[in-house]
T-cell receptor, first 114, second 115 residues
Framework: NAGVTQTPKFRVLKTGQSMTLLCAQD?????MYWYRQDPGMGLRLIHY???????AKGEVPDGYNVSRLKKQNFLLGLESAAPSQTSVYFC?????????????FGQGTRLTVV | AQSVTQLDSHVSVSEGTPVLLRCNYS??????LFWYVQHPNKGLQLLLK??????LVKGINGFEAEFKKSETSFHLTKPSAHMSDAAEYFC?????????????FGAGTRLTVKP
């Protein structure tokens, strides 16, 4: 059972470079989320999607874009990376609203911007 | 809007002694509350959840938490710590009737277990 898979697991970028993080889930979940985790701050929601073709902003969306062209995939893009985007990024999915249902998390992507 | 405060950033216990990780929440409506565990270099795994049923919730690996509305708390406990419990723990709150993006994570508590 794959669950939620994130690629890549590690990446180092130079300031100004762009990249895309891929999240794939095989559980037919409607909801998908991108979080960033920084020391002492827990997880903060960047963007989320409530279904194929829909996306919405979370708590810290600036500098990121997302797309959900297929139900199973949720892409997070950085158009012009900045050192402030150095973080660990987590993707999650849930059957519907992550309230009474469990959110499943990927293993994380450690991104360093130099 | 809801929020959650984990009262300790780091807790250290000896193996075999009780564990207490404290969480206080703020919620306008009916909260759902969760505890997740994150082992080093791993994703988050659900330990347990409260969704307005029994106030004492039992989770995996011997953990449990009690929802106390009067104290707005959802503390995580375990009678006897094991070395494998060493990890970071996150308390999460969400309003059952809130928006789709309303899950809020605490800052996390790092649990260290000494032999």
């Amino acid at each position: 059972n794959a669950g939620v898979t994130q690629t890549p697991k590690f990446r180092v970028l130079k300031t100004g470079q762009s990249m895309t993080l891929l999240c794939a889930q095989d559980m037919n979940h409607e909801y998908m989320y991108w979080y960033r985790q920084d020391p002492g701050m827990g997880l903060r929601l960047i963007h989320y999607s409530v279904g194929e073709g829909t996306t919405a902003k979370g708590e810290v969306p600036d500098g990121y874009n997302v797309s959900r062209l297929k139900k199973q995939n949720f892409l997070l893009g950085l158009e012009s990376a900045a050192p402030s985007q150095t973080s660990v990024y987590f993707c999650a999915s849930s059957l519907n609203r992550a309230l009474n249902t469990e959110a499943f998390f990927g293993q994380g992507t450690r991104l360093t911007v130099v | 809007a809801q929020s959650v405060t984990q009262l300790d950033s780091h807790v250290s216990v000896s193996e075999g002694t009780p564990v207490l990780l404290r969480c206080n929440y703020s919620s306008s409506y009916s909260p759902s509350l969760f505890w997740y565990v994150q082992h080093p270099n791993k994703g988050l795994q659900l330990l347990l959840k409260y969704t307005s049923a029994a106030t004492l919730v039992k989770g995996i690996n011997g953990f449990e938490a009690e929802f106390k509305k009067s104290e707005t708390s959802f503390h995580l406990t375990k009678p006897s710590a094991h070395m494998s419990d060493a990890a970071e723990y996150f308390c999460v709150v969400s309003d059952q009737w809130g928006a789709d993006n309303d899950m809020r994570f605490g800052a996390g508590t790092r649990l260290t277990v000494k032999p």
